[in-house]
Each structure stands twice: as structure tokens, then as C-alpha cells.
């Protein structure tokens, strides 16, 4: 997926913290990317999408992290 396709909503998203109707798209890029999975010498970057509500909750940025990080690990991705 290219970066223009990843910056754009597609049927099927839903907010990465509560499942809902997402509003906005996020990458995240991890400081260590080899921890996330990543070849060494490479970067990785991980789309999510949000909904209003979430994306202005004041700890939005470590449930986001969590999130992504359990489904990285195999666990649920809804925080």
C-alpha cells in the first residue's frame, strides 16, 4: 500500500480503540522498529484509524501504542 492509500479511509476501517466509525488515519512509527517485527536496517510504520471521540481522549497516544502492540503480539485489537 502506498503512502496516498494509507492516508485514505476505506471500507471496512473501524477505530482502532473502540471500533467505531473512524474519522482520521494515524501511522505509527516505533523508535525500535527491529522490536516491531522489522528486518534490521529497515522501518516499520503501522496504519490505524480513529474516531472523533477517541482521538481526543487525553491518553489516546498509550492506548494506541497498546493496541497496536497486542495486535502485533496476537491479542485483540480493540483497547
Partial sequence: MDLKQMLMLHDGDRCLL????????????????????????????????????????ADAPDRIEK???AGFMGGVTNA
Avoid at 512509527?29 to 534490521?40: F, N, Y
Fill in 67 to 69: 493496541a497496536l502492540w
Fill in 18 to 57: 473502540c471500533g467505531g466509525r473512524p474519522e482520521g488515519i494515524g501511522i505509527f512509527a516505533p523508535t525500535d522498529s527491529q522490536l516491531w517485527g522489522a528486518a534490521a536496517c529497515k522501518k516499520r510504520h503501522f496504519r490505524y484509524c480513529l474516531c472523533r471521540k477517541c482521538s481526543r481522549k
